[in-house]
């Protein structure tokens, strides 16, 4: 199998203010150091500053740009992605479409680089108080990778057991 498998996973919640989780196909908009990269890794943290992050460190975007939650202050997301601070409505979340899975790139940390722009998205819902599990099954995942092990071990069977039988044809031929 090749590429990113961007199915969802399973919901979980957890009941902090600081989980989203995004239910449909969007993701959440992250400023990177070098242009906007995507999750769906709804992890969040404060900075020193106030400013809402994705656990890799980098703002999390609105269609506004990056947020800032005043100190003691405190932060709901709506499922439309609309944030509230201290009860009054600061910017909408960046949840975007991406229409090519293909043009996806791991950039670290949870965090994917397209070579396509991300669309508005708004069929999708976010989801304050809840995290998205992984969409791959372990036991599974396992199973596969020692069946790729043992045919790699086949293989590497097969080859020095050529190359034994080259050798010896070597020597006869030169003895």
Do not use: C
């Amino acid at each position: 199998i090749t590429g990113l498998d961007t199915a969802a996973g399973p919901m979980e919640t957890t009941d902090s203010p600081f989980h989203l989780a995004v239910a449909g196909p969007g993701f959440l908009a992250v400023q990177g150091p070098e242009g906007e990269l995507y999750t769906r890794d709804g992890t969040l943290q404060l900075a020193p500053d106030g400013t809402l992050l994705h656990r890799s460190g980098y703002p999390l975007l609105t269609e506004g740009g990056a947020l800032t939650v005043p100190p003691g202050g405190d932060f709901t997301v709506a499922g439309d992605g609309t944030v509230f601070i201290n009860g009054e409505a600061r910017g909408k979340l960046r949840v975007v479409a991406l229409p090519d899975p293909a043009s996806l790139s791991h950039a670290g940390t949870g965090l994917l680089r397209s070579a396509v722009p991300g669309e508005t998205d708004t069929t999708s819902r976010v989801l304050q108080g809840s995290l998205e599990g992984a969409n791959v099954d372990p036991v599974l995942a396992m199973v596969d990778m020692v069946s790729l092990l043992r045919g790699f071990e086949a293989n590497q069977r097969a080859i020095i057991a050529q190359d034994g039988t080259l050798g010896r044809l070597v020597q006869w031929a030169n003895g």
